[in-house]
């Protein structure tokens, strides 16, 4: 381990915040080691995580759904994957409805907040979390966890998005920004188009997009899990 991992690393912060926290799901999770960052992709444990919201912001806007599948050894079983409507406050604007598909009456049945984030840390518990464009993934469970523990907790990530990025970038050529839309990126990859803005189905979309994307790198075998984290 070099210096930086020993004080800033993921494991280092993930120590520290267990001294912390109190008893509860959130200390569940913080307790078992994140996976080593130099082992191989195909041996390392991941749950591919997507979030459908009311908005952009997670500070004022609320989650609606969350959906997650297992990925470990080039596998995705469907047996592991999980979607849940969050309960939430108030009623859905025309267009939230329009693009998730969740109604009201949908959301008013759901679990609580509460319910849904404890049955995704135990889900995330000794994985790394998968998403496309983290930003949204992250800031809305960092927001939840501090709406309910009082701490924002850091989470090991891989970005599909940024996995596209850092591939086209290294190109040295200009590109649209569209082209790192899920969609798009599955279009690249040959995969079959997927019915959209479902937190299970992105979840799913997701996994199968870094299959394909780590299957075209320079010797797919030994791609590690640190050639891949945020």
Request: net charge positive; charged share 25%; glycine share 4%.
């Amino acid at each position: 381990m070099n210096i930086f991992d020993h004080f800033f690393g993921y494991e280092a912060k993930r120590k520290r915040l267990l001294k912390k926290v109190p008893e509860g799901a959130l200390r569940d999770f913080l307790s078992v080691p994140f996976p080593d960052k130099h082992q191989l992709f195909v041996d390392t444990p991941i749950l591919s995580v997507d979030f459908e919201t009311t908005g952009l912001h997670a500070k004022n806007d609320k989650l609606l759904s969350i959906g997650c599948v297992d990925l470990f050894a080039n596998r995705i079983p469907l047996r592991t994957s999980y979607h849940q409507i969050i309960r939430t406050k108030g009623q859905l604007k025309a267009d939230n409805v329009t693009i998730h598909q969740i109604t009201d009456s949908q959301k008013d049945q759901g679990q609580s907040l509460q319910e849904v984030v404890e049955a995704l840390l135990k889900a995330l518990t000794g994985k790394v979390m998968l998403v496309h464009f983290a930003r949204i993934e992250r800031e809305f469970l960092k927001q939840a966890c501090v709406e309910l523990y009082g701490i924002a907790p850091v989470f090991p990530m891989i970005d599909t998005l940024m996995v596209a990025k850092k591939r086209l970038d290294n190109r040295d050529v200009s590109y649209d920004p569209s082209e790192l839309r899920l969609s798009s990126l599955r279009h690249n990859y040959e995969l079959p188009e997927h019915f959209a803005h479902n937190a299970l189905n992105d979840a799913i979309a997701t996994a199968e997009l870094l299959m394909a994307q780590v299957s075209r790198m320079r010797q797919p075998h030994k791609v590690r899990l640190a050639d891949l984290l945020l």
